[in-house]
């Protein structure tokens, strides 16, 4: 049986204003920020690079602020309103709905560029009952650490579908 989707509290850059509340992870890659950028969009290459098993845009393109999409990791569901949105440069959303445990939620991706290709520097903070929202942010922060590499990695072994060939 399928789990309830949860209404969350509606936060967006205010919530991620304290730099002391959120967590931080930044990776360099060596390609301009319109490919790193393309992956980003890309919904079945989010399954290549975290435990992600389904990404489904629920708006239509162009893409902008209030944009929507429901994320599954597993049986776990999640909706995303984008409460931010600069083409090749920036993209945050709260977590709208979900089955997890959360009160709030946001992740903000920013590309910025670098000599050799862009830094992408993501930020999220998770605000849950008792000691869950740290742990949650704390899981999240290991599982992109992990995960960029990846991306990395299938970007440069797949430059045809992001515009490298």
């Known amino acids: 049986m399928a789990k309830k989707l949860k209404k969350h509290e509606e936060v967006g850059e205010e919530f991620i204003a304290d730099a002391s509340k959120t967590k931080l ?32 845009w629920t708006s239509p393109q162009p893409f902008a602020v209030g944009t929507t999409r429901t ?28 089955t997890l445990p959360v009160k709030a939620c946001v992740e903000d991706y920013q590309l910025v560029n670098t000599p050799g290709g862009c830094r992408l520097d993501w930020r999220f903070r998770a605000k849950a009952p008792f000691i869950l929202g ?25 430059p045809e579908k992001f515009g490298l060939s």
Not at 135 to 158: A, C, D, F, V, W
């Open 25 to 56: 992870v930044r990776h360099e890659f060596p390609f301009p920020r319109e490919v790193v950028w393309k992956a980003l969009l890309d919904g079945e290459t989010w399954t290549k690079w975290l435990p992600i098993t389904k990404v489904e």
């Open 71 to 98: 994320v599954w990791i597993g049986e776990q569901a999640v909706e995303e309103v984008f409460f931010a949105w600069e083409d090749n440069k920036r993209m945050a959303f709260r977590f709208d709905k979900s």
């Open 134 to 158: 740290p742990l949650i942010s704390g899981q999240m922060k290991s599982g992109i650490k992990k995960g960029l590499p990846q991306l990395e990695t299938y970007i440069r072994e797949h």
